[in-house]
């Protein structure tokens, strides 16, 4: 199911898809390519020996090449998500997305295919020849009910997992939701009946795995569009008649009267709030309609307030998301080298899932939700999908079941081993950085966008509010509504824009700053001036007077003089350093750069005070911090005559109760290798390599952060602005709308503060 109240303008989701390298994947070498030597181990004459090898023992092209952690997201465009039968070259983007989805939340790397073909046995013919290159196959958007033949085939004739997502993921999901609802309201599966509105194939696929749990066959009844599945009925295919019961309802309504389950999959409105009083006590309703449910869970909860309610929305409690399921099934999956996925491997996996749910959330993803989710009840019987236990404890479950199947061809020893591998696959910040945009939609902020004419600026307040993020605040001038016009914003008056030469708050503005500023020099006629002429001093006086929540400004100039002008408006927090930290993401790890924007030659005080700060912001990022006072020296070697800042910073952390690890001053190489460090420099108080890199000035933090930036693309965030009396973000220039996104976010959540939860 997909997350249907996320709104942005069809410009904005063009944008992305075609901006920079079009599309949204690309393939990357594992392996060096940076000389002849490398060059000739990849190809010829070095690959040689593998293809030998592999040509010996075929179960070494697991060994010897990437098949293993690769899926084939295969689709012919016959039933594109909500869309219909578009055809293959549109179903291009959705599978590229999914492609995207098992890298980020399982690091499965996957290929998208489109295969032009509605032809049933061309299509299987086509993927079974593909076995070879692949580690298994996920099928997507193939209609009713081809899809289930197709299916059906390519695990007769494939030695390696097949999964439809549409069908299986959805009806895992559901099935773990439906364990939870009736462990809440003291049900058996054995006793439930169940009344399941659709009959396409994620219906049937629900239907087959709850009767596989224990679900009754003639406790479950089926309702296509013509009314209830019965078997008085001539038209029905083998596949509805294989759920078809001897009933007298004829009718859905019919069907519902004391039903205890309510499965849908169906069309927005399908069940009616009358009918749902017809139920039975506690009624369980599954509205899954994408992207309207049968029913809305306000609707329902109006009719009977015992219910408890799920649907296919992040905008609602238990929302049904598949991204809970076939990440993590392939990767338990591919980790055993499975021949397929079976009917043991599906109930695992639900209840796993069912089980994470009812164990105590963890504080960010409680955090992340506002608060709102803390245990286990009624509006949370499906875990969150950014909840960061779904990567271990899933695919164990898969491939513990897996292995007692006998489907697993290289089963796993030690199962606490492979926990931790799970773990290290994925960087947790990712994670922790996604849940503070739920967080943003949990607790809406207002925030200044203080250069509101600018159309990468226009364009990220546009998608801060149709994202649900907040209400963006546009300091600008009489134009921007004509802009936001121009931008295929469709009420353009929605958006509340500050103008600084004539808003009625310029006068208190004015009063404020001249408050401030009359004993540092300044006249009031000046401050008039600076306030009707400069958007940055008028933002950050509404943000000091609590007409906003947060500011993000800085894409117009540079961001020394955007900070200086901030400065005069906002102080620094007591006692704190204003910093600057740029964030750079990797595969499984993240470092922090600091001070990458303020402070030229910090002093010793100054760099102990960053990495109090840094060490508290990357906790907040899910890393434990392990902080290096980096320098072109490690530990003297070669002699230096610029270090002794850095080494009284840390004879000044040596005096304070800290409760993080650090360590100076090494030259980066060795802070980012614990090999190195055990091997040279025995010594080192770090238990593992630095993730917090504090420079020894402005110029080598802003050459490094600059420079990793050019190699690395949006890898690099920031920087972000710490150590200031108030959530203000200072973009860089060369910020684009979806970092100024981010900014807004961070800065609303209140990232940047002390104790603060991203």
């Known amino acids: 199911m997909s997350d249907s109240n996320v709104k942005f303008s069809e410009a904005e989701a063009l944008e992305y898809h075609s901006c920079g390298r079009p599309g949204k994947i690309e393939i990357i070498a594992s392996k060096p390519m940076a000389t002849q030597r490398d060059l000739s181990l990849a190809y010829s004459p070095g690959v040689a020996v593998p293809v030998e090898a592999i040509a010996a023992d075929p179960g070494k092209a697991y060994d010897l090449t990437a098949k293993g952690n690769l899926v084939a997201v295969i689709s012919n465009g016959t039933a594109i998500l909500g869309l219909g039968n578009l055809g293959a070259l549109a179903a291009k983007p959705v599978m590229e997305g999914k492609a995207v989805l098992f890298k980020r939340f399982a690091d499965v790397d996957s290929i998208d295919i489109e295969l032009d073909t509605q032809d049933s046995e061309a299509f299987i013919n086509a993927v079974a020849l593909m076995e070879p290159s692949f580690g298994g196959i996920n099928l997507e958007d193939i209609a009713a009910p081809e899809c289930f033949l197709i299916e059906q085939a390519l695990k007769e004739r494939m030695n390696i997992p097949v999964f439809h997502d549409d069908q299986h993921g959805t009806a895992i999901i559901t099935a773990a939701g439906l364990i939870n609802a009736c462990h809440l ?42 009314g209830v599945i019965h078997k008085g009925r001539a038209d029905l295919d083998q596949f509805k008649s294989a759920h078809a019961v001897e009933t007298e309802a004829r009718t859905l309504h019919d069907a519902l009267k004391g039903a205890d389950v309510f499965l849908g999959l169906s069309a927005a409105g399908a069940l009616k709030p009358e009918w749902v009083m017809e139920m039975a006590p506690s009624p369980i309703i599954f ?166 004419e600018e159309h990468n600026v226009l364009r990220a307040a546009i998608a801060f509010k149709d994202s649900g993020y907040g209400t963006p605040v546009l300091v600008g001038r009489d134009n921007v509504h004509d802009l936001l016009k121009g931008l295929g914003v469709e009420d353009p008056s929605g958006y509340e824009v500050l103008n600084s030469r004539n808003s009625p708050l310029v006068g208190r503005a004015v009063d404020y700053l001249y408050s401030r500023l009359q004993r540092k020099g300044m006249l009031r006629r000046e401050i008039e001036r600076l306030v009707n002429q400069d958007r940055n001093f008028f933002a950050a006086a509404m943000l000091a007077l609590g007409e906003a929540d947060a500011m993000i400004t800085g894409t117009t100039r540079p961001f020394s003089q955007s900070l200086k002008q901030v400065q005069m408006v906002i102080e620094a927090e007591e006692g704190a350093v204003p910093f600057g930290i740029n964030i750079v993401i990797g595969k499984a790890h993240t470092v922090l750069i600091a001070d990458t924007a303020v402070t030229e030659r910090p002093t010793a005080d100054q760099l102990a005070a960053i990495a109090i700060r840094s060490a508290a912001f990357a906790r907040r990022l899910g890393q434990e911090p392990r902080v290096a006072f980096t320098s072109y020296t490690t530990f003297g070697n070669p002699p230096g005559s610029h270090i002794d800042e850095l080494r009284c910073a840390v004879t000044l952390l040596d005096g304070q109760a800290t409760d993080f690890e650090y360590e100076g001053e090494m030259g980066p190489d060795v802070a980012l290798s614990y090999d190195m460090q055990r091997r040279f420099y025995p010594f080192s108080r770090l238990t593992g390599p630095a993730n917090i890199l504090i420079m020894p000035g402005l110029q080598s933090a802003n050459l490094s952060a600059k420079l990793l930036r050019g190699l690395a693309g949006e890898s690099v965030i920031g920087p972000f602005l710490l150590g200031m009396e108030l959530p203000v973000q200072i973009a860089p220039m060369t910020a684009t709308a979806s970092d100024l996104v981010t900014l807004a976010v961070l800065a609303a959540g209140g990232a940047d503060r002390p104790g603060a939860k991203c």
């Open 287 to 452: 509205a899954m309609a994408n992207p309207d449910p049968e029913i809305t869970p306000p609707e329902a909860k109006k009719a009977r307030p015992d219910a408890i309610v799920a649907t296919g929305r992040s905008d609602y409690p238990n929302q049904v998301n598949n991204v809970l399921g076939f990440p993590f099934i392939f990767r338990g999956a591919l980790d055993v080298r499975a021949t397929g996925i079976n009917e043991e491997m599906k109930i695992a996996a639900a209840q796993a899932l069912a089980a994470l749910a009812r164990e105590a959330v963890p504080e960010e993803v409680a955090a992340a939700y506002g608060g709102q989710i803390s245990t286990f009840g009624p509006d949370y019987i499906i875990p969150a999908p950014f909840d960061p236990r779904l990567i271990e404890l899933i695919p164990m479950a898969v491939a513990d079941a897996a292995m007692k199947t006998g489907v697993a061809r290289k089963p796993i020893e030690n199962m606490e081993t492979y926990r931790q591998q799970l773990r290290a696959r994925l960087n947790p910040t990712v994670s922790v950085l996604s849940l503070a945009y739920e967080a943003a939609r949990a607790n809406p902020k207002r925030v200044l966008f203080a250069e509101g």
């Open 185 to 226: 309201t003291n049900r058996k599966f054995s006793d439930i009946r169940v009344v399941v509105n659709g009959a396409g194939s994620a219906a049937i696929a629900c239907t087959e795995l709850i009767k596989a749990m224990g679900v009754r066959g003639d406790h479950v009844i089926m309702c296509d569009r013509k």
